[in-house]
């Protein structure tokens, strides 16, 4: 027996497994196949053709099966096929294959994709995949088994990542990543100066401003190290309370300072 909660839409064209459970106001569409003790939440919408195995989870405003995002699909029957035991997460997203790129999206078992990732038409989607919060796959992407895409990190169309790969956050994918990779895009977040701006409108003074500059100076652009600035710092600007808490933000942090 399946149990769908009265204010579920689910098609009569749907077929739904063993101890199925569907929650308020989400929609199964037509040719839809969950299989045993997969779990619907609230809200969530799952479209066919879809072949969706056991033990599948979709959270709330997950959409699964939605139309391929791309210009030239004009509606042909077209498919997703997932293995057992996913997650899908909040606001996920995967979309069905085109039939220039063999018209199914596939996820094999055991994944887990995280609030707002996504995955294009055609995709091709191993076991033990992790799909890190916002990672999204263009059209044609192929990720195999135990690899990992961190957050926020796009996948160019036609690349392929290999086993067992870790993508670091925010890193842009336009080739293939070998299997046993670990990759990350060279970024470097550095500190530009003060915000004057913002501490102008929050009513400080250009005395106070200007003196929150020097130590700035002395942290960022003077060849000193950060010990060495701290002691001119002290020398120089001892009992202006703005630069002591500086000092005091600096001897207290464990991970270091942004420079």
């Known amino acids: 027996m399946s149990e769908s909660d009265p204010r579920a839409e689910v098609s009569p064209r749907a ?16 040719d839809v196949e969950l299989g ?8 969530a919408v799952i479209e ?6 056991r033990a599948n989870v979709f959270a709330s405003f997950s959409a699964v099966g939605g139309r391929p995002q791309d210009l030239t699909y004009c509606g042909e ?33 055991h994944n887990l994709l995280m609030a ?10 191993g076991d033990h995949v992790v799909l890190v919060n916002g990672a999204t796959l263009a059209g044609h992407v192929t990720i195999a088994d135990n690899a990992t895409l961190g957050a926020f990190s796009p996948v160019h169309q036609f690349c392929n990542i290999g086993r067992h790969a870790y993508v670091a956050a925010y890193t842009v994918i336009t080739q293939d990543v070998l299997p046993f990779a670990k990759v990350v895009a060279p970024r470097e977040t ?18 106070r401003i200007e003196e929150i500059e020097r130590a700035f100076r002395l942290l960022l652009r003077s060849k000193l190290n950060t010990t060495q600035a701290l002691e001119k710092i002290r020398e120089t600007l001892a009992g202006r309370p703005d630069v002591e808490e500086i000092v005091d933000f600096i001897e207290r942090a464990k991970r270091g300072i942004t420079k």
């Open 15 to 30: 077929r739904l497994g063993r101890n199925v459970r569907v929650g308020p106001f989400a929609v199964v569409g037509d």
């Open 36 to 43: 045993d003790d997969c779990v619907v939440h609230a809200h």
């Open 48 to 53: 066919g053709p879809a072949r969706i195995g």
């Open 77 to 109: 029957p077209t498919r997703v096929e997932i293995g057992d035991a996913n997650d899908f997460r909040e606001y996920v997203t995967v979309n069905r294959g085109t039939v220039k790129g063999g018209g199914v999206t596939r996820l094999g078992s």
């Open 116 to 125: 707002y990732s996504h995955v294009g038409h055609d995709s091709q989607i």
């Open 190 to 207: 550095r500190c530009y100066g003060v915000n004057r701006i913002g501490l102008e409108r929050h009513g400080f003074t250009r005395e």
